[in-house]
DNA sequence: CGGGATCCCTGAATCGATTCAGGGATTCGG
DNA sequence: CCGAATCCCTGAATCGATTCAGGGATCCCG
């Protein structure tokens, strides 16, 4: 049994020293294994630490050494996308994992607030953390944009064409947009295919858009007229699906922005008669979890989010290190999920 | 266009009292709206904060403040019940929610290695949060006990009927379970009830047994022999399920411990050619997202593990402020969601 | 036995913000 | 016109840990 003080995290530096009779000075290097320190000294303190329940004081520790000891994950919390979503407990899981090999704490800071000063530079410029993950922004942030200029140590999440220097890791939506589309094509012998958008203003809405469309160019089909455009949200999937009903234009394939749309989407076509896979073949993007257990499973890319959150986070470590790595933009490879949406497996 | 410091969140109060001619004590009182500080001066100092992009650091703040400004999720690391789990998304919803109110951030910290000094008692002991919130422990969890005693604010998430003076949030699991096996008796006349219970050690899986023990007894019922034991994980069980089917054990309804069990039951129950619910009847636990997307819809108890989460911050706050909660316990009512899997809607 | 090298530790400064006793300047009453 | 009250601000101490120049003690060697 350990020793308890009376007021909470209350033994400093100084009651070690004390008990030991050295100045707080010698304790400190000790504890921090110093050369100079002699090896005993060393045991008689760390003896003591542990006997008085010694815990180094953060604050103590972050302003005298200039480093908060913890990385921000910055998530938005706006729009369908939130932190509620799959993806950022697949992020955070990679994240933590990371941080506490480096001893790090990971803080969760949420863009919430649009017009204000965003809370997460005030966590930055406030120095509670040493870096930042940033994992979903809008093409034209300017927030993002000065928190990139302000040189501090910042990963982003995804492409980001506008921030050509900015450190990130991501995936590369168009050939996984174009795999996906192309498995319609060749496998599925489909020719009329409608594409469910992402919301404007982000870049995976404009790379997956334009996968679908390469691959219909490439196979010598011509894209629908009409932009569908959701918000990623299942119910978006549903409402341009009633749409896509209502507005007679003949179609036998669908692939969705993502898992959620597809969903949305299968729904209403079931709803209306329409036989998912035989009379419409519906796919999607992610596979953070929703598209394994629907009926019938959904075709998916898979986005290693985990891994992409490890990357992440060991980047940022580099560059609060101050090394600068390699290559600034990592992408890492998408997995063709093939599942009973599109008429395999039947 | 704000002002940018060379070296990033540098600017210091010296610079805004330099700036302003004044001491850095006025500045700060000035900042902080102290009454002895004239209006003027006041509107003065923020005009020059502003201008340089004053930010306050946060371990100086925190130092001498004492208070770090920030709580932390405690998620364990181990185990079906990590926090990869969605229950965690919920949580983080609603902790996230009320600490942005508060203006303090969130501090995730994993409970990973079971041997050594539990990583979150390090997060409190060192002051870099100011309370914490306990989502998941084992019953009998050393670390726990010492966190409990140490008189530090934390809160608890379920019941820790160990703890009778630790403030806890949490739900009636055994009401939940009761009504839902009830369900199956009165509304599906079921007979031949089985539960697929979770981990042992943990107080809810003696809670939701109790539950699904009473309504069998209340209907003069009798339980089944075995008693089946999971961890939670979907896994787990089809894992159960194959065994109860090589028992022999004749059941035609399985309450699970929670929907992922309840999903891998139903999956083993399918392929070994049994309807459900024709056949059999299954339910859940939990709600978290899984049991509405699954074919058929598993009927369950809703937890409101967003709501839970925000009443445990409140209290947390209260906590940390010096105020004791009026109860120590508060209970939020469950609410039973029926779907498919239990024979109604069909 | 003396001088230099070596080993180990101490004292003081520092990180940035906050608080509070104290006091200079102004105002007010008589 | 003087003393007291009022208003605002300054200076210094403090929170806890870390770093580094400096120096006392010990040891080694000639």
Same mark, same amino acid.
């Given at each position: 049994?350990?020793?308890?003080?009376?007021?909470?995290?209350?033994?400093?530096?100084?009651?070690?020293?004390? !008990?030991?009779?050295?100045?707080?000075?010698?304790?400190?290097?000790?504890?921090?294994?110093?050369?100079?320190?002699?090896?005993?000294?060393?045991?008689? /303190? %760390?003896?003591?630490?542990?006997?008085?329940?010694? /815990?180094?004081?953060?604050?103590?520790?972050?302003?005298?050494?200039?480093?908060?000891?913890?990385?921000?994950?910055?998530?938005?919390?706006?729009?369908?996308?939130?932190?509620?979503?799959?993806?950022?407990?697949?992020?955070?899981?990679?994240?933590?994992?990371?941080?506490?090999?480096?001893?790090?704490?990971?803080?969760?800071?949420?863009?919430?607030?649009?017009?204000? &000063?965003?809370?997460?530079?005030?966590?930055? %410029?406030?120095?509670?953390?040493?870096?930042?993950?940033?994992? /979903?922004?809008?093409?034209?942030? $300017? !927030?993002?944009?000065?928190?990139?200029?302000?040189?501090? $140590?910042? &990963?982003?999440?995804?492409?980001?064409? *506008?921030?050509?220097?900015?450190?990130?890791?991501?995936?590369?939506?168009?050939?996984?947009?174009?795999? /996906?589309?192309?498995?319609?094509?060749?496998?599925?012998?489909?020719?009329?295919?409608?594409?469910?958008?992402?919301?404007?203003? !982000? *870049?995976?809405?404009?790379? @997956?858009? +334009?996968?679908?469309? *390469?691959?219909?160019?490439?196979?010598?089909? +011509?894209?629908?007229? +009409? &932009?569908?455009?959701?918000?990623?949200?299942?119910?978006?999937? @549903?409402?341009?699906?009633?749409?896509?009903?209502?507005?007679?234009?003949?179609?036998?394939?669908?692939?969705?922005?993502?898992?959620?749309?597809?969903?949305?989407?299968?729904?209403?076509?079931?709803?209306?008669?329409?036989?998912?896979?035989?009379? &419409?073949?519906?796919?999607?993007?992610?596979?953070?979890?929703?598209?394994?257990?629907?009926?019938?499973?959904?075709?998916?890319?898979?986005? $290693?989010?985990?891994?992409?959150?490890?990357?992440?986070?060991? @980047?940022?470590?580099?560059?609060?290190?101050?090394?600068?790595?390699?290559?600034? !933009?990592?992408?890492?490879?998408?997995?063709?999920?093939?599942?009973?949406?599109?008429?395999?497996?039947?």
């Amino acid at each position: 049994m350990t020793a308890r003080s009376s007021g909470p995290g209350r033994v400093t530096l100084i009651d070690v020293a004390t !008990h030991v009779g050295m100045s707080r000075s010698a304790v400190s290097m000790a504890l921090s294994d110093h050369p100079e320190i002699a090896a005993r000294t060393k045991e008689r /303190v %760390r003896t003591a630490a542990r006997e008085l329940d010694y /815990v180094t004081n953060s604050a103590g520790r972050a302003l005298r050494s200039q480093s908060a000891g913890s990385i921000a994950l910055i998530v938005p919390d706006t729009g369908p996308l939130t932190f509620g979503h799959p993806y950022f407990m697949h992020l955070l899981v990679g994240v933590t994992e990371v941080c506490s090999g480096h001893d790090a704490n990971v803080i969760i800071s949420t863009n919430k607030d649009e017009n204000s &000063v965003a809370a997460y530079e005030r966590v930055l %410029r406030s120095r509670a953390a040493d870096g930042a993950i940033v994992t /979903v922004a809008r093409v034209g942030d $300017p !927030h993002l944009s000065s928190l990139v200029d302000s040189g501090l $140590p910042v &990963v982003l999440m995804g492409r980001y064409p *506008q921030f050509p220097d900015a450190v990130s890791v991501g995936i590369d939506d168009l050939s996984g947009a174009r795999q /996906v589309t192309e498995h319609l094509i060749t496998e599925h012998q489909r020719r009329h295919l409608v594409h469910l958008g992402g919301p404007l203003g !982000h *870049q995976v809405t404009i790379e @997956r858009r +334009k996968g679908f469309r *390469q691959a219909l160019t490439a196979a010598g089909l +011509k894209p629908t007229k +009409k &932009v569908w455009t959701g918000d990623f949200s299942e119910e978006s999937g @549903r409402e341009l699906t009633r749409q896509l009903l209502a507005s007679g234009e003949r179609f036998d394939a669908i692939f969705a922005a993502n898992d959620e749309m597809a969903y949305g989407a299968i729904g209403v076509l079931q709803a209306d008669g329409l036989a998912v896979p035989r009379d &419409v073949s519906v796919v999607g993007f992610d596979d953070f979890g929703l598209a394994r257990v629907t009926t019938p499973g959904i075709t998916t890319v898979r986005i $290693p989010a985990e891994e992409l959150a490890r990357a992440a986070t060991e @980047r940022l470590f580099q560059l609060i290190g101050g090394v600068d790595p390699p290559e600034r !933009h990592l992408t890492l490879p998408l997995e063709l999920i093939v599942r009973e949406s599109c008429g395999c497996n039947g």
